[in-house]
């Protein structure tokens, strides 16, 4: 065998097994877990490393899935971890603020605490930032998150946030929410009717139905009717 098509060979060997990203390896991401709140400062420095643009896509850029699963899992089992990273919705870098909110979504987190981080991000300038706090919202069923999404209703003008917002409210039972997607299904904007159809589809309940199937009898854009 030529030297080739030996290395040629293994280079297909190491791509059909799926290595873990981003070089850190799986006993150091257990240490790290095991390492707990107290560990984190040590962990939130690489956030600013990975493209979250690219995660939101669903593809997995490098440490992306090692960071999101060590803050994760740390931030559910450890409720002192989740000022640790919440904090750094206040930094000026936007990157940062990114991986936190985005790390923060995918560990569902359901701690009332997070209504005051999440306060600071649903008026951060990045629609993306308010785009995820807003879907954060929805695992925040008390007085303090149903006032905060009631808040976004009031101010916000983009209508994929004010969507989540009203879905929230509308799935924690508060009437303020169903009026506000009926109001948003009726809107002139094709993107305001695919946002209140999407968070429709989350509402339980016979009048959600009856709201879904009245706009699909009314709707005529086809991007509204995929949703």
Same mark, same amino acid.
């Given at each position: 065998?030529? *030297?080739?098509?030996?290395?040629?060979?293994?280079?297909?060997?190491?791509?059909?097994?799926?290595?873990?990203?981003?070089?850190?390896?799986?006993?150091?991401?257990?240490?790290?877990?095991?390492?707990?709140?107290?560990?984190?400062?040590?962990?939130?420095?690489?956030?600013?490393? !990975?493209?979250? /643009?690219?995660?939101?896509?669903?593809?997995?850029?490098?440490?992306?899935?090692?960071?999101?699963?060590? !803050?994760?899992?740390? $931030?559910?089992?450890?409720?002192?971890?989740?000022?640790? !990273?919440?904090?750094?919705?206040?930094?000026?870098?936007?990157?940062?603020?990114?991986?936190? *909110?985005?790390?923060?979504?995918? $560990?569902? *987190?359901?701690?009332?605490?997070?209504?005051?981080?999440?306060?600071?991000?649903?008026?951060?300038?990045? !629609?993306?930032?308010?785009?995820?706090?807003?879907?954060?919202?929805?695992?925040?069923?008390?007085?303090?998150?149903?006032?905060?999404?009631?808040?976004?209703? @009031?101010?916000?003008?983009?209508?994929?946030?004010?969507?989540?917002? @009203?879905?929230?409210?509308?799935?924690?039972?508060?009437?303020?929410?169903?009026?506000?997607?009926?109001?948003?299904?009726?809107?002139?904007?094709?993107?305001?009717?695919?946002?209140?159809?999407?968070?429709?589809?989350?509402?339980?309940?016979?009048? $959600?139905? @009856? /709201? *879904?199937?009245?706009?699909?009898? @009314?709707?005529?854009?086809?991007?509204?009717?995929?949703?």
């Amino acid at each position: 065998m030529n *030297i080739r098509r030996a290395a040629g060979l293994v280079l297909a060997l190491a791509l059909a097994v799926p290595a873990w990203s981003g070089g850190m390896s799986r006993q150091e991401v257990d240490r790290r877990i095991q390492a707990g709140a107290a560990g984190l400062p040590s962990v939130l420095p690489l956030i600013s490393q !990975v493209d979250w /643009e690219e995660v939101q896509r669903g593809r997995h850029p490098d440490m992306a899935d090692e960071l999101i699963e060590i !803050v994760a899992t740390v $931030s559910r089992r450890d409720k002192g971890g989740i000022p640790v !990273v919440a904090a750094l919705l206040r930094s000026k870098n936007s990157v940062e603020r990114r991986g936190a *909110i985005e790390i923060l979504r995918q $560990s569902e *987190i359901r701690d009332d605490r997070m209504v005051a981080y999440l306060d600071q991000a649903i008026k951060d300038p990045d !629609v993306t930032l308010r785009l995820q706090a807003a879907q954060l919202l929805q695992f925040q069923d008390s007085p303090k998150g149903d006032g905060l999404c009631q808040g976004v209703l @009031a101010t916000e003008t983009d209508p994929r946030v004010k969507a989540l917002a @009203a879905g929230a409210l509308a799935r924690h039972g508060k009437p303020q929410g169903m009026g506000a997607l009926k109001t948003l299904l009726r809107d002139a904007s094709w993107e305001a009717r695919h946002a209140a159809a999407l968070a429709l589809k989350d509402v339980p309940g016979a009048e $959600s139905r @009856a /709201e *879904i199937e009245a706009a699909i009898r @009314a709707e005529s854009s086809p991007s509204v009717l995929s949703a």
